[in-house]
């Protein structure tokens, strides 16, 4: 039986069910509604790949011979029918969205508030806005407290901002990638982001929100604060929206994690057809946080925290972002700006 492309083969995720969300309202509004708005039931193709899998090897007629030597082919099938015995709902994953909370302030428990409104147990990832991280750790700033340098100013002119707000982008970069049409910088902690990721949404007027100065130490703080506050051994993921290269629309990204590996390592691995995997690395704590911030919605939905139950574990590394030799796109792009600047 031959096997349908990869890609139709484990189309990862099949999403099963969601319950209505709270798009349009703001966070204040849904106080006495239930706490949990989405529950989506993902589940495995494995059900509908092992239905169009035969339980026993095809009927073979009198004339016909068995293959001596094992090939390929009999490989495959024979690790195919041994896949068909899985259990076929091996994973049942769980998307919860947590809403309820209030607006954040500078000095808010967050951990304590997701506590309080969601049963959290043992092997949750739950996956936390950056915005309101930095919100509840007061990394805000008034725009009429910054005093725009000369930089500042003539990149304002250039990029059609306010001054005050490109001061922020740059206070907030460790190097300036590329300037125009809009700042793109890398942080201290390591993360590549457009604006630096300084929001003024979500946020009174005339506020900038920073991202988190150290996001991994504030990952495993918060991992801490849960496992005091509820006993259970949980992940995090700090996420934030961010835009991408080569392609149109953000996607969230996880800026700092705890409790697991951001990368799912492949590497060695054998595919189906018994090819060793030289490259695969897999960025499960990005895959994570992009569900997460769909379940989040960008604006008004105000549902800043998500779980994710049931999960499969892996192993994997941590280096999710690349050594300044092996990152192609930046060196282009600092020698592309460089020549601008002579
Ligand atoms: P970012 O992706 O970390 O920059 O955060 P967003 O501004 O996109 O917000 C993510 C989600 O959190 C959205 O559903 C927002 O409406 C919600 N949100 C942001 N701030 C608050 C807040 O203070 N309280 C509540 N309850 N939700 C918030
Ligand atoms: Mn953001
Ligand atoms: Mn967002």
Redesign the pocket.
């Known amino acids: 039986m031959r096997m349908p492309a990869l890609g139709t083969q484990f189309p990862l995720l099949e999403m099963i069910h969601v319950r209505k969300g709270t798009a349009g309202r703001a966070?204040d509004d849904h106080v006495h509604d239930n706490e949990v708005i989405g529950v989506v039931l993902l589940k495995r193709y494995l059900k509908n790949i092992s239905s169009r899998i035969p339980e026993k090897p095809p009927h073979r007629s009198p004339g016909d011979v068995k293959p001596e030597i094992e090939t390929r082919e009999t490989k495959r099938n024979s690790y195919i029918v041994r896949s068909s015995h899985r259990d076929v709902t091996m994973e049942n994953i769980q998307v919860m969205g947590v809403?309820?909370?209030?607006?954040?302030?500078a000095g808010d428990d967050i951990a304590q508030m997701i506590c309080d409104h969601i049963p959290l147990q043992d092997g949750d990832i739950l996956c936390i806005?950056?915005?309101?991280h930095s919100?509840a750790k007061g990394c805000t700033k008034k725009l009429s407290a910054i005093i725009p340098t000369k930089r500042a100013e003539r990149l304002a002119k250039t990029n059609g901002e306010d001054p005050r707000f490109v001061q922020a982008v740059l206070d907030a970069s460790a190097d300036i990638i590329m300037e125009q049409p809009f700042i793109l910088s890398e942080m201290a902690f390591g993360h590549i982001g457009v604006r630096a990721?300084v929001?003024q949404?979500?946020?009174e007027d005339g506020m900038v929100?920073f991202l988190p100065a150290d996001p991994m130490k504030s990952a495993q703080e918060l991992q801490e604060e849960v496992k005091m506050i509820c006993g259970r051994d949980v992940g995090i993921i700090i996420?934030?929206?961010c835009g991408r290269s080569f392609r149109r629309g953000q996607t969230?990204h996880a800026i700092g994690w705890s409790g697991f590996t951001a990368i799912r390592d492949f590497r060695g691995d054998t595919d189906l057809f018994g090819h060793v995997l030289k490259i695969t690395e897999e960025a499960v704590a990005d895959e994570i946080a992009g569900f997460a911030?769909f379940v989040?919605?960008?604006?008004?939905?105000?549902?800043?925290a998500v779980v994710f139950r049931n999960c499969p574990k892996w192993t994997g590394h941590d280096n999710l972002y690349f050594r300044n030799d092996e990152d192609i796109t930046k060196k282009v792009l600092k020698k592309e700006w460089s020549h601008e600047r002579q």
């Open positions: 966070p809403k309820c909370l209030p607006l954040i302030h806005a950056s915005t309101i919100k990721g929001d949404s979500n946020i929100i996420t934030d929206t969230g911030n989040m919605g960008e604006s008004n939905n105000g549902v800043p």
